[in-house]
């Protein structure tokens, strides 16, 4: 009906023959839309699915989206209440990764084209496919508190399995290149690479043992504390992730001279003191001590293989032990059972095994049963 006051917000026609469309919000801030439309009914539709969100509770304030996402994403950090290492590990993405390409850039102006293009770039700029899901992640963890803080209605993140590291998998070295490389290795760390491959502790734990934690009577290794390395060189002294990660470790009993030996001779005196140390009483850092294990791999003639590879050669020898899911949980340390199935994969030489004992089974019956070999092949004896 002419005339007729329009129930939901205004529609007017500019000179230029466009239309513009407004409404008030529920703070009654007029609200004009971000663009002008062609045709009277585009305006109409817009206004109709802004009451459509303010009736079902999902409208969001058009202004409240304009915050940088470097200045809300560094908020987001240190409000999180995660530990340490973790906030050091998101802030260097964030400073390394994201802030680059979105830290000026206003929330609500993040596309998935612009999100999609950004993936895309660090890959060809040859940062690593691990690094860049782990950053994608990061984005996609910050933007949907902005969902949630309804600064934005959807989350533009929304590649499929971009936030999925890539897991290669990783090499397994053999007894002899393990003995190979600890014997190459400078003396006082011959023990922390037998400890690392045959009990599959991590760098972390390893740095992090004190003497009271090691019982060479009981051939056993409590692992209580991990050290870690933040990125601005600080070291943390923390508890592991979860309860599980606090365990005792069974010490194969091939290796316990050479702990002995080396208490004796390099570890800190008193129960406190600490197993590993450097050439100066200091506990060693990564990156000194990836120099030293690169050398003395490439003197073994080892290639290849990366320090943490020896804590999956560990994992991987206790397995082919046949133990069960949950022994394997209790050695690595893990509160799921997705990492300990990891490694309970079949292998040629554990299958070999299997079919050697299957034979032995079979040959016990027809030695107790000789007709048996006769009616199986069709032949008499």
């Not at 590291?165 to 290795?185: F, H, L, M």
């Amino acid at each position: 009906m002419a005339g007729r006051k329009r129930p939901f917000g205004r529609v007017r026609k500019l000179p230029s023959g466009r239309y513009q469309a407004r409404y008030l919000g529920p703070d009654n801030v007029d609200c004009p839309a971000p663009c002008t439309f062609a045709t009277k009914r585009d305006a109409d539709d817009w206004l109709a699915e802004k009451q459509v969100e303010l009736r079902a509770g999902e409208w969001t304030d058009p202004d409240a989206g304009n915050v940088a996402f470097g200045a809300y994403a560094a908020t987001w950090i240190r409000e999180r209440g995660i530990s340490a290492s973790t906030a050091d590990l998101y802030g260097s993405l964030l400073r390394n990764h994201l802030t680059p390409t979105f830290g000026r850039l206003a929330v609500v102006d993040i596309t998935p084209a612009g999100v999609r293009a950004w993936r895309v770039a660090r890959l060809d700029a040859g940062a690593g496919p691990t690094t860049v899901a782990k950053a994608y992640a990061l984005l996609r963890a910050v933007l949907m508190t902005a969902v949630e803080d309804r600064l934005i209605r959807r989350n533009p993140c929304r590649i499929k399995g971009a936030s999925v590291a890539p897991t290669p998998e990783r090499p397994t070295a053999t007894v002899s290149e393990v003995d190979a490389i600890a014997s190459a290795i400078q003396p006082r760390f011959r023990a922390l690479v037998l400890l690392a491959a045959f009990c599959g502790l991590s760098w972390g734990g390893l740095v992090g043992l004190r003497r009271r934690d090691l019982d060479t009577d009981a051939g056993t290794v409590r692992v209580r504390r991990n050290v870690a390395e933040l990125h601005s060189g600080k070291r943390l002294i923390k508890e592991p992730k979860s309860a599980a990660g606090k365990r005792t470790v069974s010490v194969p009993a091939a290796i316990l001279p050479d702990l002995v030996t080396h208490l004796a001779i390099y570890a800190e005196p008193g129960t406190d003191g600490r197993i590993f140390i450097g050439a100066r009483r200091a506990t060693p850092r990564r990156n000194h001590f990836n120099k030293l294990w690169r050398k003395a791999c490439a003197d073994a003639g080892v290639t290849g293989l990366h320090f943490h590879d020896l804590r999956h050669t560990g994992n991987t020898f206790a397995a082919a032990t046949g133990a069960s899911t949950r022994e394997l949980m209790t050695r690595m340390g893990h509160s799921t059972a997705r990492a300990a199935l990891i490694y309970q994969h079949a292998t040629a030489e554990r299958e070999r095994l299997i079919g050697d004992a299957v034979s032995e089974i079979v040959n016990k019956a027809r030695k107790q049963d000789p007709d048996s070999i006769g009616h199986a092949t069709g032949t008499t004896t």
